[in-house]
């Protein structure tokens, strides 16, 4: 069955790969590679996948960005809401618009998305969304106040939109990546990535591909009895 995929922060490094991963094991879906600004990488795959990814110009913060993308998709059966970003400070130091931003982009985009997405999946009586949190959402360090709250509210949201949504046929999952090689900040040195490294019991980050397996099972009919999940994915961390 063909399905339309929407995949949000599809030009970075974890985004690609889930959309890599969906196009290399479900043949009939059709991807649909959601980007604000940057969009190279995505582009690069459309081309390589002209027939079956489509580049989507969307603004997460945005409700009406959302209901006007997903009205151009026409059916909508799966959501990935992995766009998302950090502005990381100290609270005592942290700037309210670094507060309200990263809220914004990370929890409130979320909030947009699902509700969009319903909007369409309700009518169908199917659905599958995964919201990819993060591991501070249940292991916060220090100077990620901001997007901890957020990550741990897309927990929260998920869970209960799922008891809200199951008797329709529409599962919502959260998965919590650790670490993941290609999306680390270019400023952490190599000394530093050895001491985050050496905290991981298989000491060594997620290949993006490892992460993109459990949001493609997720997304996947097998999966249709699990719902309200949060699935870390840190190497045994917790």
Sequence with gaps: MLRNILITGANGTLGLAIAEYFLAHEPDAIIHLGVRKSRERAASLVERFPERARLVTLEITDPVAWQT???SIGTLDVLVNNAGFHDDALLANMKLDQWSRVLDGNLSSVFNGCQAALSVMMRQRRGRIINIASLSASHPPAGQTNYAAAKAGVVGL????AKESARLGITVNAVLPGYIEGGLPAEWNEEHLKSLKMQL???????PEEVATAVFFLASPEASYITGTALPIDGGMI
């Design 69 to 71: 993308t997903i009205d």
């Design 201 to 207: 019991p298989m000491r060594r980050f997620a290949r």
């Design 158 to 161: 998920t869970k209960s939109l």
